[in-house]
C-alpha cells in the first residue's frame, strides 16, 4: 500500500475552476508570466490551452469550486510529474533519467504527500540491535530490481538469501518443508503418494479441460494439479502474497506466467518446454554485466533493510521530489498538457506537466480522475484493498522447539499456514535468519502477518490483542512450551494494505485505461502494484516498462 500523493479525504478539496484569467509562457526553464486566480488560460508556441478543474460533489457529480482571491501563485514546469513516491513512483523516474536520458532539471518531478518516500516500505532499526521491516520484506531478485539497486548505487549493500534455506508449510500440526527442486518431489511428506500422482498426471495434460469462463486460483489449481496442491501449497501461498482467497483471486491476473502455459502449450509441462523453446530460438539481448548472478530461488534486501533503495534513488533525483505536496486537482488543458494544482510547505504551487504517471492506490487515482472521466473514476474505485497487521516479535534462541532446528538453531526463509489448519496468522518470515543483522546474538526475530481478505476484523483489533494472536499462534507449532513471552517490537495495520487481483481484474483495468483514452487525456498513466503486481519485483518492472511508455509518448509528440 504506497504512501498516497493525495489521502482520500483532502483529495481535491483546493481547487479552481479555470476560465481564463492567466496567461503563461512555456520554455525549457517551465511556466513563466502566470497570474493565478481560480481560473487561468496558457499559451506555448501561440497555441492556447485552457484547464477546467472541478470537485466531485455528493452525488459523484463534477462541479465547479468557488473561486479563491486573487493571488500570485509559484508555477513550475516539467516534461513528466509522477505523483506518488512509493517505488512505483520512484522507480519510474529512475528509470526516466537513467534509461531515457530524461535528467534535465526540467524533465521531471516526483511529488509525495507524506513527509519520506518509499510508500509501504518501512524499515525500522533500534540501538538494541534489531532491524526489521514494516511492510514488505523482500524481493525476488531479478534483473529489473538489480539494476534498479546497481543504478542506485547499492550493489555493495545487497544481500541475499541462502537459496537451499526450507520454507514450510504446516499441515496437521507439524511444520513440513515445502519441495525446493524437483529431485525433491519423491520424498516430501507434504502430500500423499495418490495427490502427487494426480498433480503429475495434470500437468502433462490429464485433466478437465479449461471452462468457458475466467478461473479463479482455486478452479484452475484444483482442474490442473488436485485438491492436495491447491490446499496444501497454493492456498496458503496465496493468503502469503496477496492475503486473499483464492476462490475469488483470478488465475490470469494473479499467476499470469502459469495460466498462459496452459493457453499457449495445452498444458503446464506442454507450455513450460514450449516457452523454453521460444527462449532458445529468440536471440535475446547480453544481460547487463553490472548484475550479479544470484544462486537459486532466493529472495533479496539490502544490508539497512528494503529502505535503503527508495532513500537511495530519492538521494539520486535529489530536488526532483518534493515531499508533503498534496495534490488538489489535475486538469487538462485544451490543446496540449496538464496543470496540477498543489498545497505545498511553501503555499499553493501550480505545475505544468506534459505527461502524468498516477503511482497513488487505485482509491485515490479515482478521486483524482474523477472530474476528468468519471467512467475511469467508477473502474478504479472497484479494486479491493483488505487490512493486514505485520507484528514484529522476538524471542530467545532457546524458545525454538527442537524439532523446528535445523543444526540447533532456526533456519530457513519462514512459514505459510492455510486457512484450514485453524491459524489465524497467514504465515511467519524468519527474519533473523533469512538476512544477517537481523537481531542482537542470541535472539530471533519473527515477522508474522495476520488479516488479509479473510479476516478482516483485525482491523477492530488492538496492537495487544494482535500480538496475543501471534503468540498463540506460534505456540502451536514453533514456541515451545513455557517460553518466555515475546519482545514486542513492532505492530503496524495497514488498513487498506494489498489490492486485490480478482475476477474480472484486468477487464476493469482495461475499462479504466479505455477510458482515459477515449477522454482524450492522452500522456496520462496508471502505474503501480494494483496494476504491476503485488510483490515489490513486479512493482519495479512495471514502472520500468510505464518509463518505456512515457519516453514513446513524449518522443511521438516531439515529432508531432
Not at 18 to 26: A, K, L, M, Q, V
Not at 32 to 50: A, L, P, V, Y
Not at 148 to 161: C, H, P, Q, S, T
Amino acid at each position: 500500500m504506497a504512501l498516497a500523493s493525495v489521502s482520500a479525504s483532502s483529495a481535491l478539496a483546493m481547487t479552481a475552476n479555470c476560465s481564463g484569467e492567466g496567461i503563461t509562457t512555456w520554455n525549457r526553464r517551465g511556466l513563466t508570466s502566470f497570474t493565478s486566480t481560480s481560473s487561468f488560460s496558457c499559451s506555448r508556441s501561440r497555441r492556447r490551452w485552457r484547464v477546467s478543474c472541478a470537485i466531485p460533489s455528493k452525488t459523484g457529480m463534477a462541479t465547479p469550486a468557488e473561486a479563491p482571491p486573487r493571488a500570485e501563485t509559484p508555477r513550475m514546469g516539467a516534461e513528466c510529474v509522477v505523483v506518488g513516491a512509493g517505488i512505483s513512483g520512484l522507480c519510474t523516474a529512475q528509470a526516466l533519467a537513467t534509461r531515457h536520458g530524461m535528467s534535465a532539471d526540467d524533465s521531471i518531478l516526483v511529488t509525495e504527500a507524506g513527509d519520506r518516500v518509499g510508500g509501504n516500505i518501512t524499515t525500522v532499526e533500534n540501538s538494541n540491535g534489531y532491524l526489521w521491516e514494516e511492510g514488505p520484506n523482500s524481493f525476488q531478485p531479478s534483473d529489473a530490481v538489480l539494476t534498479a539497486a546497481i543504478d542506485a548505487g547499492l550493489r555493495d549493500d545487497l544481500v541475499l538469501g541462502d537459496p537451499d534455506a526450507p520454507r514450510f508449510v504446516l499441515w496437521d500440526g507439524r511444520l513440513r518443508p515445502v519441495p525446493a527442486k524437483l529431485t525433491d518431489l519423491p520424498f516430501f511428506d507434504l502430500m500423499s503418494i495418490p495427490g502427487k500422482i494426480r498433480a503429475g498426471a495434470g500437468a502433462i495434460g490429464l485433466r478437465p479441460p479449461p471452462p468457458g469462463h475466467e478461473e479463479s486460483v482455486e478452479e484452475f489449481v484444483r482442474r490442473n494439479l488436485g485438491d492436495e496442491v491447491f490446499e496444501r501449497l497454493i492456498e496458503p501461498f496465496c493468503s502469503g502474497v496477496y492475503a486473499g482467497d483464492p476462490a475469488k483471486l483470478s488465475m490470469k491476473a494473479a499467476f499470469g506466467k502459469v495460466w498462459r502455459l496452459e493457453q499457449n502449450g495445452g498444458s503446464i509441462i506442454g507450455g513450460t518446454f514450449k516457452a523454453i523453446q521460444e527462449r532458445k530460438n529468440n536471440s535475446n539481448p547480453p544481460r547487463d554485466p553490472r548484475l550479479p548472478k544470484p544462486k537459486g530461488q532466493t529472495v533479496g534486501s539490502f544490508r539497512k533493510g528494503l529502505k535503503m533503495l527508495p532513500n537511495a534513488i530519492h538521494s539520486m533525483l535529489a530536488s526532483k521530489v518534493k515531499l508533503s505536496w498534496k495534490l488538489k486537482c489535475i486538469g487538462k488543458s485544451e490543446n496540449e498538457g496538464y496543470v496540477l494544482l498543489y498545497e505545498t510547505p511553501d503555499g499553493p504551487m501550480s505545475v505544468w506537466a506534459r505527461s502524468v504517471v498516477l503511482t497513488v492506490p487505485s482509491y485515490i487515482a479515482s478521486n483524482i480522475l474523477r472530474p476528468l472521466s468519471s467512467e475511469a473514476a467508477d473502474a478504479l474505485e472497484k479494486f479491493y484493498y483488505p487490512p493486514v497487521a505485520a507484528v514484529t516479535v522476538s524471542y530467545e534462541e532457546g524458545a525454538i522447539r527442537k524439532e523446528c532446528q535445523i543444526n540447533g538453531k532456526l533456519q530457513g526463509f519462514g512459514q505459510l499456514h492455510p486457512r484450514s489448519q485453524g491459524i489465524e496468522t497467514l504465515g511467519t518470515i524468519y527474519s533473523s535468519s533469512l538476512f544477517p543483522n537481523r537481531a542482537p546474538p542470541g535472539r530471533v526475530l519473527l515477522l508474522n502477518y495476520i488479516g488479509g481478505s479473510t479476516n478482516t476484523g483485525i482491523i477492530s483489533k488492538s496492537e495487544s490483542e494482535l500480538v496475543e494472536a501471534v503468540d498463540r499462534d506460534l505456540r502451536k507449532m514453533l514456541i515451545r512450551e513455557g517460553a518466555e513471552e515475546p519482545l514486542v517490537l513492532g505492530v503496524r495495520t495497514w488498513p487498506r494494505a494489498i489490492p486485490q487481483f480478482l475476477v474480472g481484474h484486468l477487464d476493469i483495468l482495461d475499462t479504466a485505461t479505455s477510458a482515459l483514452s477515449n477522454a482524450g487525456l492522452q500522456g496520462l498513466f496508471l502505474g503501480g502494484n494494483y496494476v504491476a503486481g503485488v510483490a515489490l519485483g513486479r512493482c519495479v518492472e512495471g514502472a520500468q516498462q510505464t518509463a518505456l511508455q512515457v519516453s514513446q509518448f513524449l518522443a511521438n509528440y516531439a515529432r508531432v
